[in-house]
């Protein structure tokens, strides 16, 4: 069983940035695969990003280059950097990982982008 519990959302002006965090507890380790998805009003979910260990996997052409995913092992945290934010980027951004055959969410974080 593994818990996936997101911070960092908000609003924030086009051009700007935010940090969002999710924090993993629960049987994981550094070696499982975590990663962030969002969903923007009207559409699927659609990845974002995934790492795993330290080993960035892929990121959504629509954000490479100016989102960051990173990872602390030791708190079993994953983080994603989003810079020059657009208001496309308007979705609920949820943590992900896979273990033992089974998906697991977070609760979701907002984030805004709007002037």
């Known amino acids: 069983q593994v818990q996936l519990v997101e911070s960092g959302g908000g609003l924030v002006q086009p051009g700007g940035s935010l940090r969002l965090s999710c924090a993993a507890s629960g049987s994981i380790s550094s070696r499982d695969t975590m990663g962030w998805f969002r969903r923007a009003p009207g559409k699927q979910r659609e990845l974002v990003a995934t790492?795993?260990?330290?080993?960035?996997?892929n990121y959504a052409v629509s954000v490479k280059g100016r989102f960051t995913i990173s990872r602390d092992n030791a708190k079993n945290t994953v983080y994603l950097q989003m810079n020059s934010l657009k208001p496309e980027d308007t979705a609920i951004y949820y943590c992900?990982?896979?273990?033992?055959?089974?998906?697991?969410w977070g609760q979701g974080t907002q984030v805004t982008v709007s002037s």
């Open positions: 790492i795993t260990s330290n080993t960035v996997l």
């Open positions: 992900w990982t896979y273990l033992s055959g089974l998906n697991y």
